[in-house]
């Protein structure tokens, strides 16, 4: 490609990688390849939720994705008034109490993730080059000379070549690996140790339970039941697909090993044994969740089968990016989902790095400044989000021994405010005013 000033290579073709890709064909000056560890380019899940702030950054990427984001969407408005978003609910008990309706500035987009995802790789440029069956193993940043090519190598025997490496590779990220084993070279002693206790994740002691429920199903079940009208958590439910099914997660989880989860050691003694994802038969899908308010039990009935997901979250991290070697997404800050916002997150990583990328005075040789302007920004905020996230699964689970029932829901709003009266343009002001003068690299 005539007139290009650098050529990126994201790992992971999955929310982050795909919408770091749509972002960076804004600027034609930045070549993008996208390498894709499965066969074809699939998101495994069920339904995903898109809060206000990463919704406003969708938003920006043209090329109409909103207007089909919200065509795919059940139940979506674009507003900016306060609406209902989701209905909390003390269901440990026969009879289950209301204890708040969570309100938010702009509504939560709900989406089956497959829709969301299947939107983006639609609108990737022609431009963009894409492989699948490309699982990578390892990469190679020469130190010197800094122009020289970081080299990739893959697990069929392949390798390929780029000047900016991205690891959008999810929580057992590969590029992780590499990077801070890269990063702990430079350290010594205890840093050193830090930076590779980061290297693998860790059992976060959640564990999620989940499917898709027909609505019809339902319907004919239970023709008023609340899932068939109002998001809820006793589960969390909440109709996708246009109303065509209703998307199912539950949780249980480990008091000691979630409290600790952010200072867990190398020993091995917070491992989940066990596959992290299998399936479920309706039986074991269901018998986490005996005992529960009257109003699970038609949920229950109309489950067929599930999956087991052990929620595994990333440590902080000391830097997400080394050198030419950048970090978006689960592969930098994965998060339990207790606020929703993992997605959110691997969206408003990727537009960011996109700018800094695409900003004038970002060159080959410059590529090291850039990424620490994006590290600097996004790096502070999304470990906040991580910690808000866990927090929220403490107050849900525990509320009752650490907050005021009647107090519950001005806490847990207050403490998710951020995703929808905040927003990235912030962030992105700032970037180009750091761009703009000297930044120096961390590494």
């Given at each position: 490609m005539t007139g290009t000033k650098f050529k990126v290579a994201v790992c992971g073709g999955g929310v982050g990688g795909l919408t770091l890709a749509v972002a960076l064909s804004k600027y034609p000056?930045?070549?993008?390849?996208?390498?894709?560890?499965?066969?074809?380019?699939?998101?495994?899940?069920?339904?995903?939720?898109?809060?206000?702030?990463?919704?406003?950054?969708?938003?920006?990427?043209g090329r109409g994705?909103?207007?089909?984001?919200?065509?795919?969407?059940?139940?979506?408005?674009?507003?900016?008034?306060?609406?209902?978003?989701?209905?909390?609910?003390?269901?440990?008990?026969p009879e289950g109490v209301e204890l708040f309706k969570l309100m938010t500035k702009g509504d939560l987009m709900k989406i089956h993730r497959a829709d969301f995802h299947g939107t983006l790789l639609s609108s990737l440029s022609p431009s963009c080059k894409t492989h699948t069956s490309k699982k990578l193993v390892a990469y190679s940043q020469p130190a010197a000379p800094q122009k020289s090519p970081i080299i990739l190598t893959f697990a069929d025997g392949s390798s390929s070549s780029c000047d900016l490496l991205v690891g959008a590779d999810g929580i057992k990220s590969a590029v992780r690996g590499c990077m801070m084993r890269e990063i702990a070279q430079c350290l010594s002693g205890q840093a050193a140790m830090s930076a590779l206790s980061c290297i693998d994740p860790i059992w976060s002691g959640a564990i999620a339970y989940r499917t898709l429920i027909?609505?019809?199903?339902?319907?004919?079940?239970?023709?008023h039941h609340r899932a068939l009208r109002e998001p809820t958590v006793f589960f969390v439910v909440y109709p996708i697909s246009k109303g065509k099914f209703i998307n199912f997660a539950g949780f249980t989880l480990s008091e000691e090993l979630i409290r600790t989860s952010y200072h867990a050691d190398t020993s091995g003694r917070k491992r989940f044994e066990g596959p992290w994802v299998q399936e479920l038969s309706k039986e074991e899908m269901c018998k986490p969740f005996e005992g529960l308010e009257d109003d699970t039990k038609p949920l229950l009935k109309c489950v067929d089968k599930g999956t087991l997901w052990a929620v595994h979250t990333v440590k902080p991290l000391s830097a997400h990016y080394h050198g030419r070697v950048a970090l978006v997404g689960?592969?930098?800050?994965?998060?339990?989902?207790?606020?929703?916002?993992?997605a959110g997150q691997s969206i408003e990583d990727a537009y960011l790095l996109a700018t800094v990328l695409g900003h004038p005075s970002t060159k080959l040789e410059t590529i090291p400044r850039a990424l620490a302007v994006y590290d600097k920004l996004r790096r502070p905020f999304s470990s906040d989000v991580a910690l808000r996230a866990k927090t929220n699964g403490q107050m849900s689970v525990w509320q009752a021994r650490d907050i005021p029932l009647e107090k519950l829901g001005e806490t847990m709003t207050k403490h998710w405010e951020w995703a929808w009266l905040s927003e990235l343009d912030g962030a992105l002001h700032d970037a180009t005013k750091l761009l703009d003068s000297k930044v120096p690299s961390t590494y």
């Open positions: 000056d930045v070549e993008v390849e996208v390498f894709e560890a499965a066969k074809q380019f699939t998101e495994v899940g069920a339904g995903v939720g898109i809060w206000p702030r990463a919704f406003k950054v969708l938003r920006k990427l994705i909103d207007h089909t984001l919200m065509n795919a969407a059940t139940d979506f408005e674009m507003t900016e008034d306060f609406v209902p978003a989701l209905s909390y609910r003390k269901s440990d008990q027909s609505t019809e199903k339902l319907r004919a079940c239970a023709p689960d592969a930098a800050h994965a998060m339990m989902p207790f606020q929703g916002s993992g």
